[in-house]
């Protein structure tokens, strides 16, 4: 996948507006269903929307090795700018009777939205360890690697033949369960080559079958995201592997989201604002919703940032950018004023923001 956008004209800016939404949840179920990358859903502010849109919802992650937030996939309410300029109208469907002038015509109320191929690199920067990938179950093409284990120069023909027998049976039966898996009998590789080879690949699930496993008959499991390694019955080896592999999918979602929630903090105190960030966080702050304020605070942060690279040169350089206006809002109490001093305005929403990409 490459990216995937779409473009549509509506009659109404409910209609509009109505879509615009439903395709951010799309988006955010491919992120959160299927990548297992938690998201907050909001509004850009004025200053971070697409130039020329009505508005911008966004849904943005976090990245927990670096502390940066990422814009992880758009929807734009286009408004009727570009039908105004490109003159792209449609007739007014209202029905009229005998008698009545033409109808003048309506322009359209456009929209615009896409998810790019971040979406992967986000699922790779937030699941992946030092051993290489680590893929979510229901997006890995090969969910289950089934790899023969035990059999030794001193294994028998016969042995050897009738344990991959039992190894192909058992992939037979994860198969037809609709379970993605890939058995793996090559001879000329070691099991530990294999295993290396499958941990760099992020397969969700590492199976494995020797004669010992035979002989009590059981599978030996090793999964992926967190090395745990245990056992499942042959007799129900299907059912058990397709409710490991949800079992991992869940937790590595749940993982993923207390890295964000732990790390996206109020701000409430000007002075807080450079530490949290170095704390690897992003901000939620008491903010008046205005652009060019938005602006000053990604300018100032830098300037504050640059500042203290003076004293340790090793210090990130790069200040807080505004991410979005999160549709999820707590009340902000009466009187509390925008947080960056020089403003002095009301604080509306709280707004989210941080070092991004």
């Not at 951010?24 to 959160?32: G, I, M, R, S």
């Not at 190894?167 to 793996?184: F, P, Y």
């Not at 530490?275 to 939620?284: A, E, F, G």
Request: glycine content about 8%.
């Amino acid at each position: 996948m490459i990216t995937e956008e779409g473009h549509t004209a509506h009659l109404t800016e409910e209609f509009a507006s109505e879509e615009a939404l439903q395709i951010l949840d799309f988006y955010a179920q491919v992120y959160e269903e299927l990548l297992a990358v938690p998201i907050v859903k909001g509004r850009k502010t004025e200053n971070e929307k697409f130039p020329g849109a009505y508005y911008t919802t966004t849904i943005e992650t976090f990245i927990p090795a670096n502390g940066r937030g990422l814009q992880a996939a758009t929807s734009h309410c286009l408004g009727q700018t570009f039908a105004k300029i490109y003159d792209i109208t449609v007739e007014d469907p209202t029905p009229k009777t005998e008698g009545d002038c033409p109808k003048p015509r309506l322009y359209v109320w456009q929209n615009s939205w896409g998810l790019s191929i971040r979406s992967l690199g986000a699922m790779m920067m937030i699941h992946g360890d030092d051993k290489g990938a680590v893929i979510p179950p229901r997006v890995s093409e090969t969910q289950v690697a089934l790899i023969p284990v035990g059999v030794t120069a001193k294994s028998t023909p016969e042995e050897k033949q009738g344990l991959l027998n039992q190894i192909q049976s058992i992939g037979t039966t994860l198969k037809d369960a609709n379970i993605r898996v890939e058995v793996d009998i090559r001879d000329h590789q070691s099991p530990g080559w294999k295993f290396n080879e499958y941990e760099l690949m992020g397969v969700p699930l590492r199976v494995e079958f020797g004669p010992k496993d035979a002989a009590k008959g059981i599978v030996t499991t090793v999964r992926r995201d967190t090395g745990v390694k245990g056992t499942l019955e042959i007799s129900n080896v299907a059912a058990s592997v397709a409710q490991l592999l949800e079992e991992i999918q869940c937790d590595m979602y749940s993982r993923a989201k207390a890295a964000y929630d732990s790390h996206r903090i109020e701000v409430t105190d000007w002075d807080a604002v450079i530490p949290t960030l170095n704390d690897k966080s992003i901000l939620l702050i008491p903010h008046c919703l205005d652009g060019d304020c938005a602006d000053a605070i990604k300018k100032e942060t830098a300037d504050m940032c640059k500042t203290a690279a003076e004293v340790d040169p090793r210090a990130p350089s790069m200040g807080a950018k505004s991410l979005c206006i999160p549709f999820k809002q707590k009340p902000i109490p009466a009187g509390t004023k925008c947080l960056r001093p020089s403003c002095g305005k009301e604080a509306r929403q709280w707004l989210l923001c941080g070092r991004s990409y």
